[in-house]
């Protein structure tokens, strides 16, 4: 594997796009404490749907960030937690985190800047 960034098959590549998807990082972060059931993991995060939950949580078992454990005292009750993989991402979203809580604002205010028309000056004769 090359370390080419802007090839298909580069390792940093493959970091990117998997923080890059909006709910991977934000359902690993919430994994972080422990096991969670899917309900109590909506609960938590808010704003996601079971379905987008359910994509979510194939897509980082997938790529063996998450372990899913159905539990042998109830037929329908599965758990998703973190998988050793998993949890060394950990790190780089809370830098990530940092980073937005120091910067968020200068951010916003430069969407800011660029979504407010300047000023028109009279027009002159």
């Not at 580069?10 to 998997?18: G, K, P």
């Not at 994994?31 to 939950?53: A, T």
């Not at 997938?62 to 539990?71: M, T």
Request: aromatic share 8%.
């Amino acid at each position: 594997m090359t370390t080419d960034a802007f090839l298909a098959d580069c390792r940093a590549r493959l970091a990117f796009d998997l923080l890059s998807n909006t709910w991977n990082a934000v359902v690993l972060w919430a994994l972080r404490d422990g096991p969670m059931r899917p309900v109590d993991l909506r609960e938590r995060i808010g704003g996601i749907s079971s379905k987008v939950l359910t994509e979510t949580l194939r897509r980082l078992q997938f790529n063996g960030l998450v372990d899913r454990q159905a539990r042998p005292d109830a037929p329908s009750r599965v758990e998703y937690q973190l998988t050793v993989l998993g949890r060394t991402l950990l790190a780089p979203i809370d830098a990530v985190g940092a980073w937005a809580f120091e910067y968020g604002d200068d951010v916003m205010a430069a969407r800011e800047a660029v979504c407010t028309p300047a000023p028109q000056s009279p027009p002159t004769r």
